[in-house]
């Protein structure tokens, strides 16, 4: 089954929380701090695999969490990281944050890795927490949370050429006949619902990618049909062949069609119109194709595009046609791929740019939240005076004691920090 659009969660590890531990050798009854820091949480990774066309592994499972990292033990040993996830994808996935709908990674390239989920820190043990004034610390520190998100895969098929045009024109047969392809054929509007790519072989060792690209409708551009996800599969090819049935079979008008289709594409992305583009009039085998065929050319000269005869059912003019592709991919060269213009690309960094707390006063009651807190919650020993020392003392850090004095808390009144309630004392 061909997928090429699918919702996925992404969530990496948590780190290991640092552990509180004394060393308790022999002869050393005092021995000092000996907790060891929690391991690292997993992170999730994407890698482009050339192996795969399809997204269709995601349609059975869309949840993916990478391991969390150990907590950390005595004697000063660290817990164990969590190991990375590491998720094979195709060529041409392109990834969008879920909420907002922006594009943070486009991978193409072989062997291409981005770090979609990234997992969380480890937390220091109590041995990292010794100074000069502190020497013996009761408590440790928390692990992070790992990255987490919801995000939307789309596949854009990497070929050197697309077959475009309305449907039942031949392009499926056309691909089925240079190309060991196996499209679905059949003699109806919109027969091929998903592209379909073939390895088209000139002699030689010389070839090229083919994709079939589903047939267009007016109305594509603005999303209609299936509009939108025939077209983006047209984005990262080098050269558009443009088949155009000439028989008038259908009722169709060969200058017409030309028209409306780069019509389409112009609408959709204007980068992607001026592609360079092969027009080929198909089915020449038929009675009134010949006239078709000059209407066309009449046209097609006028506007400078090159035009080629054949007929996919017979094979005539078939060989002669992908060797005129063949040398034009030659002189093309390589053409930047075409991202959705509206959308800026970014490199996605959750969280980081964030402080990661929020307070605020909410029917009269004051309130602290945050992974931030959470994590300093974590390390907090409340039977430990140096412990609760050091919690103030890093809520004063981070800026929550001055922002709970600009709402206007007083003395001794209730703060709730992430669901433990505080007095507040200045």
Sequence with gaps: MFVDKVKVFFKGGNGGHGAVAWRREK??????????????????????????????????KKHFKAKSGENGKSKGKYGKNGENIIISVPPGTIIKDEETNRVIADLVDKDETFVIAKGGRGGRGNKKFTSSTRQAPSFAEGGSKGEEIWAVLELKMIADVGLIGFPNVGKSTLLSTV???????????????????????????????????????????????????????????????????????EGRDPVDDFHKINKELNEYNEKLANRPQIVVANKMDLPRSQEGFEKLKKETDKLGFELFSISAVTKKGIDKLKYVIYDKLQNIGDLEPIIETDLEKV?????????????????????????????LLDSVNFDSF?????????????????????????????????GYEFEFID
């Design 27 to 60: 002869f050393e009854p005092s021995g000092g701090p000996a907790g060891g820091d929690g391991g690292h949480g997993g992170s999730v990774i994407l890698k482009v695999d050339e192996g795969i066309n399809t997204l269709a592994d995601f349609r059975y």
């Design 179 to 249: 190309s060991q392809a196996k499209p679905k054929i059949a003699n109806y509007h919109f027969t091929t619902i998903n592209p379909n790519l073939g390895v088209v072989r000139v002699g030689n060792g010389k070839s090229f990618v083919m994709a079939d690209i589903p047939g267009l409708i007016e109305g594509a551009h603005a999303g209609v049909g299936l509009g939108h996800q025939f077209l983006r599969h047209v984005e990262r090819t080098k050269l558009l062949v443009h088949i155009i049935d000439v028989s008038f079979e």
């Design 347 to 375: 490199v996605y960094e959750p969280k980081k740019k964030e402080k990661g707390f929020e307070v605020r006063k909410e029917n009269g009651k004051y309130l602290v939240e945050g992974p931030v807190v959470e994590r």
């Design 386 to 418: 140096e412990s609760m020392s050091y919690f103030q003392k890093r809520l004063r850090d981070l800026g929550i004691i001055k922002e709970l004095r600009d709402l206007g808390i007083d003395e001794e009144e209730t703060v709730n920090v992430c």
